[in-house]
Structures are given as structure tokens and as C-alpha cells.
């Protein structure tokens, strides 16, 4: 059996390494088990999107043999980051970051194996909130320069909109986690976005400056898509990691429409295929592409939800928008089983009276009551484009109604363009 790669490479070559400190030397330091951390801000009940490029890397480095520790900022939580912001962030009351801290960690036990000398989750608020003011600015303060915190990118940036003394500190307080995980779990990798350089290299001065001994930083890049979109941003919104904000099935939906530039990168960042398999995919175009897409969606939405929410939101896209078959030799480890039968549950429904099919339900008012238009003037727009099916078939009267004849034994499907799908059914 070949020995492991070093943990260094691999996130190299797979994309997660914006800048890092010495490299020499974090590969050294990696060359044996080694505990690392990213921090996570308790902000919301659920991580998104946005938050998978982190959770991946300490996956990745989990599987290498290394022990990831998830620190969820419960004390920085109720001051708030600056960095990449243009106004402060909502300070949290300690019932909201508690509640919050519960929902990450059910999320990231998808990610990472917990327990005892595996991956461990701490939460800043434990030793944060019983600082003594006077003796933290003696013993941490005195270690920083205004004039170099002011020259660092989170704080220039807020200061022509206005920079207030809380948030000053949470370059301190970051710091100082590092500090205090480097005595107290052995960890010297800190991970964060590269909006977080400076908070970094301010924890591994200090470390250096208190401890007298050495550090390491690892940024990744701040990602967008190929269009130059925000990673994990759509029209409606954050993509959630939870299935109440964001269903599995819509889940699915936003990683199949994941644009042609982006597929290959989004393989090696977001699922946990062999590099020689993705590689397979430059140069593909059209059907292959599409199905290289599929195969994107289905591994995410597996490792985020389950294996078997992943084949139902797969079987569910197939039943709307047809079936995607798959190249026996392309990206051969990821085959995706075959079911039984089409699962439509993972499509987002609606459920009315089947009183109302009898009536007849003017199609109009149903795109808008379902949320595929957000008025009537829209939804008439929809259709006079040519972009409004029902069950598959283009609507082309504006005063077209649904009727109990058009409900077959999974619903009547209304689609809005290419990608918006919504399934609507009588109540059982």
C-alpha cells in the first residue's frame, strides 16, 4: 500500500491553497499527525454553501490522518467579524448562539467523524467570556500594533464606513484562540478564508511572541463562479446545507446548474473523487459535461445529506427534466446506483384541496401561490416568453386554467424556464 500523500499537496492540487506561510515548513509539520482548525461563526442556525470550500479541506485532511478541531465562535459571536464587511454584523444573545452551535454540529458530523483523538468541536465562549478585561489588555494587548492592525485589509476597508471599538478587538480575541488551542489542544494550523490573512498572522506572532514556538497558516480562496457570481449565492438566495431552508432536491438543482467552466474545479474542491478521474473531465463538452454535472450534484448532495437523499433528489430530477445517463467509463467510482422506481418526494410541493383542481385553478395565479413568479404581471410575462409548462407541455393561454384533468398520480408539474421546477398536489 502506497503511504499517504502529504496533506499539503493534496490540498494544493485540489485547489484549496490561496497563500499559506512557509511551505517547507507546513509540510514538514504535516508530515506527522497534526491537529488544525478553522473557526465558524455561530450567525445562523445553519451552515450554507458558502461554508463547504472549509469544511472540505479538514475532510480531506481528516482521511489523511490528521484531527480537524471546529471552532464555533459562541464569545466572537457577540462582537462580530469585520472582516469582509461593509457594516457590523447583528451581535447574537447567547440563547441564539447556543441554539445555533447545536445546528452546525449535527451538519459537520455529516463531514467529519467525531470522538475521542478524532475531530473535535470547541466553542470560543469557554474561555473568552471569563477574560478579565485589564489583564487581557496587559498580557495580549500590549503584544499588538495599532498602526499594523489599521494596515491589515478587514480593518482598511471599514474604515471610510466606520469601524467601532468591539469590532477592533476581534482581531485580538482571534488571536488569542489560536493562542489558547496551541496550549490547550496542541494545534498549531490555523485554516480560514483569505479575508482572515491578517487575523492569522496576528495569532502566529502572538504564539511566537507568548510560547516561543512555531505556527502555521493555510487561506483559501474566496470563491465565485465562473460568472462571477458569489459561491453559494442564487437569486433567491443563500444555498442552506439545512433541508428545511433548502431541500434536498434544490440542493441538487444548484450543483446540476453548475456552469461548464466551473464543473471540473467544483469536482476536485467539493467531492472527495480521484484527482486522475476529474482530470478526465477537461475537454468534455455537452452530453458528457452534463453528465459530469449530475455526478457533481449527486456526490454533494450524498456527503451532505445521505446517500439515499442524494439517489432521491437524482431519481426526482430525472422524473421532471428526463434522464441523464451516465458513460460506464466516466468517473467510474461515483456510479450512481439505480432505483427501483422515480422518487418525486424531494421535489418541492404544494398540497391544495381537490376542490380546487375541480373549480379549476387559473395557471397564473398558481405560478405566483407556489413562489415559480413573484406576481401575475410576471407569471403573464412567463408565459407570453414561451418559459411556463404544465406536466411538460408549453402554456400558451394567459387564461389557462389546471383542472383535476391534468393531476395525475404524483401531481400536476409547473416548470418556470429550464430550472425551476415545483410539483402541486391535492391534499391527501
Known amino acids: 500500500m502506497s503511504p499517504l500523500k502529504n496533506a499539503l499537496d493534496v490540498l494544493n492540487e485540489r485547489g484549496f491553497v490561496e497563500q499559506s506561510t512557509d511551505p517547507e515548513a507546513l509540510r514538514s509539520f504535516l508530515e506527522g499527525a497534526a491537529s488544525c482548525y478553522v473557526g465558524f461563526d455561530p450567525t445562523a442556525d445553519s451552515l450554507h454553501v458558502g461554508h463547504l470550500l472549509p469544511i472540505m479541506a479538514l475532510a480531506n485532511l481528516q482521511r489523511l490522518g490528521h484531527r480537524p478541531i471546529v471552532l464555533v465562535g459562541g464569545g466572537t459571536g457577540m462582537v462580530g467579524d469585520p472582516s469582509g464587511k461593509t457594516e457590523m454584523r447583528q451581535i447574537l444573545t447567547e440563547e441564539m448562539i447556543e441554539r445555533n452551535v447545536a445546528g452546525l454540529k449535527a451538519q459537520l458530523s455529516s463531514f467529519l467523524e467525531f470522538g475521542t483523538g478524532k475531530a473535535s468541536m470547541v466553542n470560543n465562549a469557554d474561555w473568552l467570556l471569563d477574560l478579565r478585561y485589564i489583564e487581557f489588555l496587559r498580557d495580549i494587548g500590549r503584544h499588538f500594533s495599532v498602526n499594523r492592525m489599521l494596515a491589515a485589509e478587514s480593518y482598511r476597508a471599514r474604515l471610510e464606513t466606520g469601524l467601532n471599538f468591539i469590532e477592533f478587538n476581534y482581531m485580538l480575541l482571534q488571536a488569542y484562540d489560536f493562542y489558547y488551542l496551541s496550549q490547550n489542544h496542541d494545534c498549531h494550523l490555523q485554516m480560514g478564508g483569505n479575508d482572515q490573512w491578517g487575523n492569522i498572522v496576528a495569532g502566529i506572532d502572538l504564539i511566537r511572541r507568548k510560547a516561543g514556538v512555531a505556527a502555521h497558516g493555510l487561506t483559501f480562496p474566496l470563491l465565485t463562479t465562473a460568472g462571477g457570481a458569489k459561491m453559494g449565492k442564487t437569486a433567491a438566495g443563500a444555498v442552506w446545507l439545512d433541508p428545511h431552508r433548502t431541500t434536498p432536491y434544490d440542493f ?85 446506483p439505480r ?52 406536466n411538460g407541455d408549453r402554456l400558451d393561454e394567459l387564461d389557462g386554467l389546471i383542472g383535476v384533468d391534468q393531476l395525475g398520480h404524483e401531481g400536476v408539474f409547473l416548470k418556470a424556464g429550464k430550472k425551476r421546477v415545483h410539483r402541486v398536489h391535492v391534499k391527501p
Open 339 to 390: 432505483a427501483g422506481k422515480d422518487d418525486v418526494d424531494s421535489v418541492p410541493t404544494t398540497f391544495l384541496p381537490r376542490e380546487r383542481f375541480e373549480k379549476g385553478l387559473p395557471a397564473i395565479e398558481l405560478f405566483v401561490e407556489v413562489g415559480l413568479c413573484d406576481s401575475k404581471s410576471a407569471a403573464r410575462r412567463l408565459i407570453q416568453q414561451g418559459g411556463a409548462y404544465v
Open 252 to 336: 441538487y438543482q444548484f450543483w446540476v446548474n453548475t456552469d461548464d467552466r466551473d464543473v471540473a474545479r467544483f469536482l476536485k474542491l467539493y467531492t472527495f473523487l480521484p484527482m486522475k478521474e476529474i482530470e478526465a473531465v477537461a475537454g468534455l463538452e455537452g452530453r458528457e459535461l452534463n453528465a459530469c454535472k449530475m455526478i457533481l450534484a449527486f456526490e454533494v448532495t450524498s456527503t451532505t445529506h445521505g446517500r439515499e437523499k442524494g439517489l432521491a433528489a437524482h431519481e426526482a430530477a430525472g422524473r421532471v427534466f428526463g434522464k441523464r445517463e451516465v458513460p460506464e467509463d466516466l468517473l467510474p467510482s461515483s456510479a450512481i
